[in-house]
T-cell receptor, first 116, second 114 residues
């Protein structure tokens, strides 16, 4: 148990569906992240939020829409996805501010997404 | 971000020490060396990080070469639970927004034999 929870753990959706992934951290952190891990590929950073402000968008297609309503919650809204978007989506958190405490990122267990 | 090079895979026996190497010949003065690991069906887990001096924590030790062009993660007594992919990552802490960025490579798949 890392203090970062993700729901759902598994999701199957059609290309025309709209769904959302949820991440919650119970660590008092101020920075939150979305990563994508495709089969046989390294983890790819998608988005970074620091103190609820988006500080990084790693050229992610607009069919992925993040939302960070507060420092404890992070959402990834999905719509009109493609089969190649099937992957493990991981959420992480860390202390914000860029100081030494931000060096450790704590990851959730991920949501395994299958797009049919 | 400066790149790292790790072996694709390594094997160890249970209760023996494991030395996982990482080369980072283009490391800059503001790059910290981070290690994460990912157990099967889990998200990555922070292991250790350092800048210049060797570091120890409850999970592992990090030995950093004097010229900082390479480092070694040391697991003192491998257990079956240590079987995972180990990632060596350089993180540049100079500047602003990219401070938070971790760029994962392919890592080293460690197999621990009973």
């Amino acid at each position: 148990e890392t203090g970062v929870t993700q729901t759902p753990r598994h999701l199957v959706m059609g290309m025309t569906n709209k769904k959302s992934l949820k991440c919650e951290q119970h660590l008092g952190h101020n920075a939150m992240y979305w990563y994508k891990q495709s089969a046989k590929k390294p983890l790819e950073l998608m988005f970074v939020y620091n103190f609820k402000e988006q500080t990084e968008n790693n050229s992610v297609p607009s069919r992925f829409s993040p939302e960070c309503p507060n420092s404890s919650h992070l959402f990834l809204h999905l719509h009109t996805l493609q089969p190649e978007d099937s992957a493990l989506y991981l959420c992480a958190s860390s202390q914000g501010g860029g100081g030494p405490l931000s060096y450790e990122q704590y990851f959730g267990p991920g949501t395994r997404l299958t797009v049919t | 971000d400066a790149k790292t090079t790790q072996p694709n895979s390594m094997e160890s026996n249970e209760e023996e020490p494991v030395h996982l190497p990482c080369n980072h010949s283009t490391i800059s003065g503001t790059d910290y060396i981070h290690w994460y690991r990912q157990l099967p069906s889990q998200g990555p887990e922070y292991v250790i990080h350092g800048l210049t001096s060797n570091v120890n924590n409850r999970m592992a030790s990090l030995a950093i070469a004097e010229d900082r062009k390479s480092s070694t993660l040391i697991l003192h007594r491998a257990t079956l639970r240590d079987a995972a992919v180990y990632y060596c990552i350089l993180r540049d802490v100079a500047g602003g927004g990219s401070n938070y960025k971790l760029t994962f490579g392919k890592g080293t798949l460690l197999t621990v034999n009973p």
